[in-house]
């Protein structure tokens, strides 16, 4: 029993403290101050994640705290930083768009704030309540925000197709854990791998972890849980569509390292095959579901998954440089993304937002920069060299084949070539068609995103050595 | 220790006959009437264990607002169950052959139950002796002190609810017209009667 006295440590825990009590000032100012209030409340939004990332990076101490619920390790610190910036960005990006189509609103910015802490606390969990938790934290926050267009039948369809399947992942990962704390005893990820540790294991933590790795996968949409993926992308706002494809999958593949590694590692030729079976699996639907595409988001969704794919494919290999690899892909795959939807965003005629791929026919010549910036991107997002995608993908094979898993690595790169198909495609509609007239000019914003994201995947080689380093530092947390 | 016996298959079974009815009755009310009787029963069979705290949550919880608002949403939806069911031989073999491999699933699982003996040794955490405190103290000792952080994170979990539920629902209708009490008490007109007639208003 634990007295006043010895109060848990809050030092691992203060990007949290500072995000959450922040987001309920924030609340107030947005309940006191009416829809007035809602670009101050964007901007101090964007400005605490700003300020819970400096905590994060010099104020925070490593640790354990809440009798072993919360650890800050320098994976889980790598990792937020990717989830903040995606949130911060996606809070950025909205600010046009949500002007522009009239859903600007105060409670926008604080729901990413707690889906953010949310986020955190799942990056963060070293128990399996905490890990549930944070999940459902960052979920429910996510459903909301896909129905936030609530006079569209499209985005308020987004938002209950995900709440009724993300519903249904949530049971299919707390009956996994309830199984796994049934026959190990514990909840806590060290002690439940130190009782799984003792002897062989026994058939109902194999039951449960396939119930876990289900509800995850569902939140990574990998297949086969990712059908919400093209209808909720699709249907939610575009912002909302460019957050759900950033942060939220960096912290839900955080999570995945974190349960499969931390807590059930001693498991590992059980869940290994798992994990093999959803990266192929992910990877070949991705590469060629997207082929038939017409509509931008939903292409991206379908991108994502293949993305996701390829990112297990470190997991699957479970060794120090596949979650390396898994990290540096995380890393990567966030910049690209943000850099993609600054572009999504951008395409508005007329007053309307366009979201066809043909729509962005001849954008060579009617807007040649971010034509170039883009078709880099999505050269990256296709894996070719010298771009950011090229090394993350290289990253992953190379964990892939030091675990000797050779096959998996030839089918991961068949699928990338496959792959290079769509994103190619887009870029030849870019460069080679008729134009369809010219955009309206990009806001500020977007043109800040873009660049830095375009900076950012163009010059990756000149970040290659820090970023490998910070990551390899960040993967030795587990081994 | 008879008696105590007959209280217990007295409670389970209406517990388990209620529940069939939830699920059987035609009409959604009674259902969630039998609902409400299962909650009842369940509530007996904890007071029965000794956790009466648990038992008054279940009945404060569940039968309190739970089910209420179940009821108030079958009242108001009026949803006609009838043909929700319509469907119901078409999906039958499918549905049993789904619940006949969770069933398997289950037995499985069950069979190849063992505690192991370390396990017990080490619960996430230690029973205190019933004798010496209450479960009510015992909950809150735990829930406020080694359980604050999910305690708390839970509290966040339903705040998002809550501002969901707003986000998504309310909306500021211009020309809807509310009552202002201080402006009504705060009339200096002289108050009149006027004789309206039917359908015309003043």
Redesign the interface.
């Known amino acids: 029993?634990?007295?006043l006295a010895t109060f848990?440590s809050l030092a691992p825990f203060l990007p949290e403290l500072v995000l959450?009590v922040g987001a309920l000032v924030l609340?107030m100012v947005g309940a006191f101050g009416g829809e007035r209030s809602t670009p101050l409340v964007t901007t101090l939004a964007v400005l605490l994640i700003a300020v819970a990332g400096l905590v994060l990076l010099f104020k925070a101490e490593d640790g354990v705290t809440?009798?072993g619920?919360?650890v800050l390790d320098p994976f889980a610190r790598f990792m937020k930083v990717l989830a903040l910036i995606g949130s911060g960005f996606a809070i950025v990006m909205s600010v046009n768009y949500s002007k522009r189509e009239k859903i600007a609103?105060f409670?926008y910015p604080?729901?990413i704030l707690?889906a953010t802490?949310?986020m955190l606390?799942m990056i963060s969990a070293n128990d399996l309540?905490?890990a549930y938790?944070?999940l459902?934290?960052q979920s429910?926050?996510l459903?909301?925000v896909a129905?936030?267009n609530?006079d569209s039948v499209k985005s308020t369809e987004a938002?209950l197709k995900y709440f009724v399947l993300g519903a249904l992942s949530s049971g299919m990962l707390l009956y996994g854990m309830s199984?796994i704390y049934g026959?190990?005893?514990?909840?806590?990820f060290e002690s439940i791998a130190s009782?799984l540790a003792?002897?062989p294991i026994?058939?109902?933590v194999v039951?449960g972890l396939v119930f876990v790795i289900s509800g995850i996968a569902f939140k990574v949409s990998a297949v086969p849980f990712h059908m919400w993926t093209p209808d909720v992308y699709e249907g939610a706002p575009t912002p909302v569509t460019a957050f759900f494809a950033a942060a939220p999958k960096a912290a839900a593949i955080a999570l995945f390292v974190r349960v499969l590694l931390g807590s059930l590692g001693p498991a590992a030729a059980d869940w290994q095959q798992v994990i093999t079976f959803i990266a192929i699996a992910s990877m070949i639907l991705g590469a060629f579901a997207a082929i038939g595409q017409r509509n931008i988001k939903r292409l991206m969704a379908y991108s994502s998954i293949g993305h996701m794919g390829f990112a297990l494919v470190g997991l699957a290999a479970g060794n120090q440089s596949g979650v390396q690899g898994i990290i540096i892909y995380m890393a990567i795959y966030v910049a690209m993304t943000l850099g993609a939807f600054a572009v999504i965003l951008f395409m508005r005629r007329k007053g309307q937002m366009v979201e066809e791929i043909s729509d962005l026919a001849g954008l060579s010549r009617t807007h040649p920069v971010i034509a170039f910036i883009f078709a880099m991107i999505l050269f990256s997002l296709a894996g070719i060299p010298p771009l950011a995608g090229f090394f993350a993908k290289w990253y992953v094979f190379l964990a892939a084949i030091e675990a000797q898993l050779y096959v998996l690595a030839v089918i991961g790169v068949l699928s990338s070539v496959v792959g290079a198909y769509y994103y190619l495609r887009i870029v030849k509609i870019m460069y080679f068609d008729e134009p369809a007239g010219a955009f309206e000019p990009m806001p500020g914003e977007l043109r800040f995103v873009l660049g830095l994201s375009g900076v950012f995947v163009i010059l990756f080689v000149f970040f290659a050595g820090p970023l490998g380093q910070a990551a390899s530092v960040a993967a030795k947390t587990f081994f | 220790m008879i008696l105590h016996t007959i209280i217990f298959y007295l409670f389970s079974g209406i517990t388990i006959a209620s529940a069939l009815m939830v699920i059987s009755s035609r009409n959604p009310v009674h259902s969630v009437l039998f609902l409400i009787l299962a909650f009842f029963n369940a509530a007996g069979l904890f007071v029965m264990l000794g956790a009466e705290f648990l038992a008054m949550m279940l009945v404060v919880v569940y039968v309190g607002a739970v089910a209420v608002l179940f009821l108030f949403v079958v009242m108001m939806l009026d949803v006609d169950f009838a043909e929700l069911r319509q469907g119901f031989l078409q999906y039958l073999p499918i549905g049993a052959l789904i619940g006949v491999v969770l069933l398997a699933?289950l037995v499985?699982?069950l069979s190849?139950?063992?505690f192991?003996p370390?396990?017990?040794a080490?619960?996430?955490q230690a029973i205190p002796d019933m004798t010496k405190v209450t479960n009510t103290e015992a909950i809150g000792?735990l829930l406020y002190?080694?359980?604050?952080?999910?305690f708390q994170?839970?509290g966040?979990?339903l705040?998002?609810?809550m501002?969901?539920a707003?986000?998504?629902t309310l909306r500021h209708k211009p020309r809807v017209k509310r009552q202002n009490i201080a402006e009504q008490v705060g009339r200096t007109q002289k108050v009149d009667l006027h004789s309206v007639e039917p359908g015309k208003g003043i």
């Open positions: 029993m634990m007295d848990p959450a609340l809440f009798g619920a919360f609103r409670e604080v729901l707690l802490v949310g606390l309540i905490a938790l944070g459902e934290l429910l926050a459903y909301v129905a936030s609530r938002g199984l026959f190990t005893g514990h909840t806590q009782t003792t002897g026994p058939i109902g039951f | 699933e499985i699982v190849g139950w063992a192991a370390e396990v017990l080490n619960p996430v000792r002190t080694d359980y604050i952080f999910f994170t839970a966040f979990v705040l998002v609810a501002i969901g707003i986000v998504l």
